[in-house]
T-cell receptor
Framework: SAVISQKPSRDICQRGTSLTIQCQVD?????MFWYRQQPGQSLTLIAT?????????ESGFVIDKFPISRPNLTFSTLTVSNMSPEDSSIYLC???????????FGPGTRLTVL | GQQLNQSPQSMFIQEGEDVSMNCTSS?????WLWYKQEPGEGPVLLIA?????ELTSNGRLTAQFGITRKDSFLNISASIPSDVGIYFC??????????????FGKGTLLTVNP
């Protein structure tokens, strides 16, 4: 398995501001994923963060709105830019564990935009 | 894209009852994963299924990977109050390289009355 931590655990932000969410893993991983979970909904993949290259974004998500950094094999950040109330969600990072063919999730960051 | 149909959407049961939920897909997956999410937490992996027809147990939980690789079910026996949460199925399709994207069902909200 993997131990994943996220900061902050929750935040309340004003419209038009940006928030950077951190994800730390206890082991080196090639790929990290960022998901969004809107209230009462399932998880939607935002992007795949690869170390040493640009993140790969899913349809409907763009780099200007959700810039991602991946400076090393244990850490990644997701920024939610120019926030609006529609961005209020739980943002989760996850890592694949190839030898188990599974994915483990962080505890999530609960974002509320006023 | 791939879609997972998860049912039921919600269940209200009495403590001690058995629970069953399932997921079906329009296409095949290499791996089926079942997660549980409690309020304020990220999804926690319960069971992973790797082979068509595979039946796997984890304590009071039993899950099966459908023979067609397009469906899976999760059973919980003798439910207890701490089983409360949202249960998600997720299909994983390995498409080469390090591509391990998950597709999630919409979740089953389980409430257990003591």
């Amino acid at each position: 398995s993997a131990v994943i931590s996220q900061k902050p655990s929750r935040d309340i932000c004003q419209r038009g501001t940006s928030l950077t969410i951190q994800c730390q893993v206890d082991s080196q991983v090639t790929m990290m994923f960022w998901y969004r979970q809107q209230p009462g909904q399932s998880l939607t993949l935002i992007a795949t963060a690869n170390q040493g290259s640009e993140a790969t974004y899913e349809s409907g998500f763009v780099i200007d709105k959700f810039p991602i950094s991946r400076p090393n094999l244990t850490f990644s950040t997701l920024t939610v830019s120019n926030m609006s109330p529609e961005d209020s969600s739980i943002y989760l990072c996850s890592v694949p564990i190839y030898r188990e063919d599974t994915q483990y999730f962080g505890p999530g960051t609960r974002l509320t935009v006023l | 894209g791939q879609q997972l149909n998860q049912s039921p959407q919600s269940m209200f049961i009495q403590e001690g009852e058995d629970v069953s939920m399932n997921c079906t897909s329009s296409s095949i997956f290499n791996t089926w994963l079942w997660y549980k999410q409690e309020p304020g937490e990220g999804p926690v992996l319960l069971i992973a299924l790797y082979k068509a027809g595979e039946l796997t147990s984890n304590g009071r939980l039993t899950a099966q990977f459908g023979i067609t690789r397009k469906d899976s079910f999760l059973n919980i026996s003798a439910s207890i109050p701490s089983d409360v949460g949202i249960y998600f199925c997720a299909g994983q399709l390995y498409s080469g390289g390090s591509n391990y994207k998950l597709t999630f069902g919409k979740g089953t909200l389980l409430t257990v009355n003591p």
